[in-house]
């Protein structure tokens, strides 16, 4: 293997960086600030064959208690900071969504204050096709930039596949930046706004411990009869189930927390039980939200 480029660390605690705080080590790690080290690190990534994993603000990844044998990616610099261009707004990759939604309103621009309550970044939000409380990404998106291990190429929304929770972006490709198109707006109403988001939020989800975002995927099947998988959760009775140190939240049951020191494997076991719970009641399998980085061991039967 030859020396990777300067930066790139070796046996780097990834729990850490994720918002549920389980699971290993990557074996390299790179924080790149600018676009030339981002292109750099994946070229090298790239010709010594490793897997590319991209972390976020962590708030929707599961990382394998093994840890995860390739190259993990956390954009820093200029490739999280949010600019602003007369009506466009200018994100880095690694701009953390609230805050970019905090400062466009500051700006007085209108569009993004669904952002406020998706808690990642804005090549993840992209990635992941994230939207919230009837905020569409797709409608205020201008393009984005995305980088390989071969440079770099901007996109335009209708070219990224979008669909419920996803893109068409394959591994190794990573949205270096993301612009937006949003219009003027009073400031003061604008924050009002952000704020009602953020009580909301804060009603109907857990906040101030170790978990991740919704577990699962609200179904589009027809025996769900219109209900989320929180709800589908609830009525299988997994409100507060446990498995090890890990739980179905109490407040919404589409929330893992790790309250006891929990595994991934205990994360992982939860989640298939809370699976098996609603297809026994409702004859569903439920599809997981969260981003799985590393190899990890599913329960049996998950593949059903």
């Known amino acids: 293997m030859s020396a990777p480029p300067a930066g790139i660390e070796r046996d780097y605690p990834l729990a850490r960086l994720t918002t549920v705080r389980t699971g290993g080590a990557a074996a390299f790690f790179a924080r790149p600030r600018d676009e030339e080290s981002l292109l750099g690190a994946l070229r090298w990534a790239d010709s010594e064959g490793l897997a590319v994993g991209i972390v976020g603000s962590g708030s929707n990844m599961l990382v394998a208690d093994s840890g995860f044998g390739g190259l993990a990616i956390k954009l820093d610099g200029a490739l999280a900071e949010t600019e602003r261009d007369g009506e466009l707004v200018l994100c880095g990759g690694g701009a953390r969504l609230p805050s970019a939604a905090a400062k466009t309103a500051g700006w007085g621009l209108s569009g993004l204050e669904f952002g406020v309550n998706i808690p ?3 090549g993840g939000a992209v ?6 409380y009837g905020g569409q990404l797709a409608e205020v998106l ?24 996803r ?6 490709e990573v949205v270096a930046r993301a612009c937006f198109r949003l219009r003027p707006a009073d400031p003061e109403a604008i924050r009002a706004t952000l704020a009602e988001m953020r009580d909301r939020r804060r009603e109907a989800q857990p906040s101030g411990i170790k978990t991740f975002g919704s577990t699962f995927k609200n179904p589009e ?3 769900a009869e219109g209900r989320s998988a929180g709800q589908l959760l609830e009525v299988a009775g997994c409100r507060g189930l446990r ?6 939240s109490e407040k919404h049951a589409n929330f893992v927390e790790n309250d006891r ?24 399998w439920l599809e997981p939200e969260v981003q799985v980085l590393g190899e990890v ?4 039967g998950w593949e059903r």
């Open 127 to 132: 990635r992941m096709n994230a939207n919230a």
């Open 243 to 248: 498995h090890g140190g890990a739980r179905f």
């Open 142 to 165: 201008e393009w984005v930039e995305v980088a390989t291990a071969v440079g770099s190429e901007r996109r335009a929304p209708q070219e990224l596949g979008f669909a419920y929770r």
């Open 120 to 122: 990642g970044t804005a």
């Open 221 to 223: 099947d027809p025996r």
């Open 261 to 284: 020191g929990a595994s991934t494997a205990d994360v992982l076991a939860l989640m298939a039980e809370g699976r098996r719970r609603v297809h026994e009641r409702f004859g569903l």
């Open 167 to 172: 893109s068409n972006l394959r591994p190794g």
């Open 297 to 300: 061991e599913w329960p049996g």
